[in-house]
T-cell receptor, first 117, second 113 residues
């Protein structure tokens, strides 16, 4: 068990550019989550997958954001036409959810820190 | 709506002293409660969780927390703080059925020698 991994760890981009982040969950974890953390705040929920299905999206996830989990394993989060307000730490977490849908412990990756200039 | 309040933005304690970090939550049903720790530039590490049963839960690194339903609190404690405990601590609440966690704004712990 190598834990949740995220790449890249840091990304600096210019306003208007597109960026893509990758998350590899703990193997056999069927649930995957994306959170955003801005300076001085706790993480805020963005979206959630169960296997390959995206089941919930936060209102924070504007049309410029898209997330995929094509084979129910790794996930990507893309931000199009980045804005300075997108600068944040993007955290990925995974958990082993039961069919009953009960809350399970989420294990977090190290995050991708995005800076938009 | 679910919410979590961590009243203390910063706390400074001396090494070897006891620690209590406060967490109050607002949630309509039985909550699932978590404490995570985050070192600078790192992701979140789970310290402990409360799902049901004994209201005093033990976690890693010598931490414990007590769930008090009447006070809507889940305070984190440690009897003797080590310099390596300096980090940011987040309390989170989630539904018993579902997925999304709601986090507090965090408490930064400084340890002085």
């Amino acid at each position: 068990d190598t834990g949740v991994s995220q790449n890249p760890r840091h990304k600096i981009t210019k306003r208007g550019q597109n960026v893509t982040f990758r998350c590899d969950p703990i193997s056999e974890h069927n649930r995957l989550y994306w959170y955003r953390q801005t300076l001085g705040q706790g993480p805020e929920f963005l979206t959630y997958f169960q296997n390959e299905a995206q089941l919930e999206k936060s209102r924070l996830l504007s049309d410029r954001f898209s997330a995929e989990r094509p084979k129910g394993s790794f996930s990507t989060l893309e931000i199009q036409r980045t804005e300075q307000g997108d600068s944040a730490m993007y955290l990925c977490a995974s958990s082993h959810g039961t069919s009953g849908g009960f809350q399970e412990t989420q294990y977090f990756g190290p995050g991708t820190r995005l800076l938009v200039l | 709506a679910q919410s979590v309040t961590q009243p203390d933005i910063h706390i400074t304690v001396s090494e070897g002293a006891s620690l209590e970090l406060r967490c109050n939550y607002s949630y309509g049903a039985t909550p699932y409660l978590f404490w995570y720790v985050q070192s600078p530039g790192q992701g979140l590490q789970l310290l402990l969780k409360y799902f049901s049963g004994d209201t005093l839960v033990q976690g890693i690194k010598g931490f414990e927390a007590e769930f008090k339903r009447s006070q809507s609190s889940f305070n984190l404690r440690k009897p003797s703080v080590h310099w390596s405990d300096a980090a940011e601590y987040f309390c989170a609440v989630g539904p018993s059925y579902g997925n999304k966690l709601v986090f507090g704004a965090g408490t930064i712990l400084r340890v002085k020698s």
